[in-house]
T-cell receptor, first 114, second 112 residues
Framework: DTGVSQDPRHKITKRGQNVTFRCDPI?????LYWYRQTLGQGPEFLTY????????KSRLLSDRFSAERPKGSFSTLEIQRTEQGDSAMYLC????????????FGPGTRLTVT | GEDVEQSLFLSVREGDSSVINCTYT??????LYWYKQEPGAGLQLLTY?????DMKQDQRLTVLLNKKDKHLSLRIADTQTGDSAIYFC????????????FGSGTRLQVQP
């Protein structure tokens, strides 16, 4: 088991460009979460999937953000028309739908919008 | 609404015990977690406690929960320089999305 992986680790983009991040969860985990972390703060919930279904989106997730998990395995998070305020660490976590629901985090994708 | 608060900074000497404190407001919180984050890295789950427990011990880590006061603490015994990191307290419910609500983190600095 290699844990949760995310790609890329760092992304620098110009304002107005689109970016896409990928998350590969722990293989037997059917829940997948996206969080955003800004400097000096704890992570904030963005959205989550159970298998391939996106069950909830935070009000932090504007219309420029879209997330998918097409086959219930990896997930992508796309940000369209990036703004400087989108600069943050985007963290993915996965858990098994049962028991304590411990969430295991990936290393994150740090996005810088210039 | 949900709110989790932590003190910002703690400095201890190597070999001493560290105690990191957290308060939360939502009485329906079911699980409380401690995560560790090193610079530029993701979050590492250290331990968790159910809301119906008072204490949990795991090697050098001791978690104390005062449910009446909604106060959670993490004690690290024999603190080492490798323990220097940001520690996050988080809570979740037993239903629905079970997403984590985090505090702002406590930076632990361990001086040799």
């Amino acid at each position: 088991d290699t844990g949760v992986s995310q790609d890329p680790r760092h992304k620098i983009t110009k304002r107005g460009q689109n970016v896409t991040f990928r998350c590969d969860p722990i293989s037997e985990h059917n829940r997948l979460y996206w969080y955003r972390q800004t400097l000096g703060q704890g992570p904030e919930f963005l959205t989550y999937f159970q298998n391939e279904a996106q069950l909830e989106k935070s009000r932090l997730l504007s219309d420029r953000f879209s997330a998918e998990r097409p086959k219930g395995s990896f997930s992508t998070l796309e940000i369209q028309r990036t703004e400087q305020g989108d600069s943050a660490m985007y963290l993915c976590a996965s858990s098994f739908n049962g028991g304590v629901y411990e969430q295991y985090f990936g290393p994150g994708t740090r996005l810088t919008v210039t | 609404g949900e709110d989790v608060e932590q003190s910002l900074f703690l400095s201890v000497r190597e070999g001493d015990s560290s105690v990191i404190n957290c308060t939360y407001t939502d009485s329906s919180s079911t699980y409380l977690y401690w995560y560790k984050q090193e610079p530029g890295a993701g979050l590492q789950l250290l331990t968790y406690i159910f809301s119906n427990m008072d204490m949990k011990q795991d090697q050098r880590l001791t978690v104390l929960l005062n449910k009446k006061d909604k106060h959670l603490s993490l004690r690290i015994a024999d603190t080492q320089t490798g323990d220097s990191a940001i520690y996050f307290c988080a809570e979740s419910k037993d239903t629905g999305r079970r997403a984590l609500t985090f505090g702002s983190g406590t930076r632990l600095q361990v001086q040799p």
